[in-house]
């Protein structure tokens, strides 16, 4: 789950996901909106709530 910095939800090491933070946040509005484009990914996350973002982005993770 992603939150702003600070939030404790995702900390990772810098690089740690594969690659750089807006291509990630790509990826992951992708696998919430379904679009390129969407309103602020954090704002989308937290209108869908922790257990649909969960479910969604385990949906597109196998």
């Known amino acids: 789950m992603f939150s702003r910095p600070g939030h404790g ?3 990772p090491r810098p690089g740690a996901l594969g690659g750089p933070p807006r291509e990630i ?14 309103p602020d990914l954090f704002a989308v ?3 869908l709530g922790p257990d649909e ?3 969604r982005l385990t ?4």
Not at 59 to 62: I, K, L, P, R, S
């Open 9 to 11: 939800l995702l900390a």
């Open 25 to 38: 946040a790509n990826v992951v509005r992708v696998a919430l909106t379904g679009a390129t484009r969407s």
């Open 45 to 47: 996350a937290r209108a």
């Open 53 to 55: 973002v969960r479910r």
């Open 59 to 62: 949906a597109v993770a196998g």
